[in-house]
């Protein structure tokens, strides 16, 4: 049973355009959420979070969105850029420190 | 500062074989983790390792995986025998300190391919 659920496994926007990436999850009690990005022949590496205490958390051109009572996360990348390229991945955590991580969304940004 | 590596990036075996996978994590990271994401599916949890002791193993799919981390350096995860269904992509990452907020640094990964 999937716990995040990333349904869109793709999204394609023009430079300088705002990017929505969206997530929903089931389970409430985790405390942390996470973006990771991924690139081809790379492991996924760290954007940016938010606790589960806030409804947003803004680094440059990348924000974070918790609807908590929806279960829904977002994350915005605006203006965004090709080399925002890549593979999105929604990620829970929790106490037991392991990440659990949605099937991700492919970004793809047109010059 | 290095980042994660592992060894090797790829690996071709036939079923029922033995393949031993690397990984070494940042030096001075405590936490170890190993995940794995089979036939395009999500990246899923395998075990985690503060320094050489197991913390959480809820994610090892069954017996035929051993992981070992001797020392708290570096760590192996060894699949015996190799099935099918192990095939994919086998992550290591690594974080100094405890929380779910840490950040985890992941390597590139090893493509594991059994036939």
């Known amino acids: 049973d999937q716990q995040v659920k990333q349904n869109s496994p793709s999204l394609s926007v023009q430079e300088g355009r705002i990017s929505i990436l969206n997530c929903d999850y089931t389970?409430?009690?985790?405390?942390?959420f996470l973006w990771y990005k991924k690139y081809p022949a790379e492991g996924p590496t760290f954007l940016i979070s938010?606790?589960?205490?806030?409804d947003k958390n803004e680094d440059g051109r990348f924000t974070v969105f918790l609807n908590k009572s929806a279960k829904h996360l977002s994350l915005h990348i605006v203006p965004s850029q090709p080399g925002d390229s890549a593979v999105y991945f929604c990620?829970?955590?929790?106490?037991?420190?392991?990440?659990?991580f949605g099937t991700g969304t492919l970004l793809a940004v047109q010059p | 500062e290095a980042g994660v590596t592992q060894f090797p990036s790829h690996s071709v075996i036939e079923k029922g074989q033995t393949v031993t996978l690397r990984c070494d994590p940042i030096?001075?990271?405590?936490?170890l983790y190993w995940y794995r994401r089979v036939m395009g599916k999500e990246i899923k949890f395998l075990l985690h390792?503060?320094?050489?002791?197991?913390?959480?193993e809820s994610g090892m799919p069954n017996n035929r995986f051993l992981a070992e981390r001797t020392g708290g350096t570096y760590s192996t995860l060894k699949v015996q025998p190799a099935e099918l269904e192990d095939s994919g992509v086998y992550f290591c990452?690594?974080?100094?300190?405890?929380?779910?907020?840490?950040?985890?640094?992941f390597g590139p990964g090893t493509r594991l391919t059994v036939l």
């Open positions: 390792f503060v320094k050489e002791s197991k913390q959480d």
């Open positions: 030096s001075g990271h405590d936490n």
């Open positions: 938010i606790s589960s205490i806030k």
């Open positions: 990620v829970e955590s929790g106490a037991t420190n392991k990440l659990i």
């Open positions: 990452a690594s974080s100094p300190t405890w929380g779910p907020d840490n950040e985890q640094f």
């Open positions: 389970n409430s009690m985790f405390d942390y």
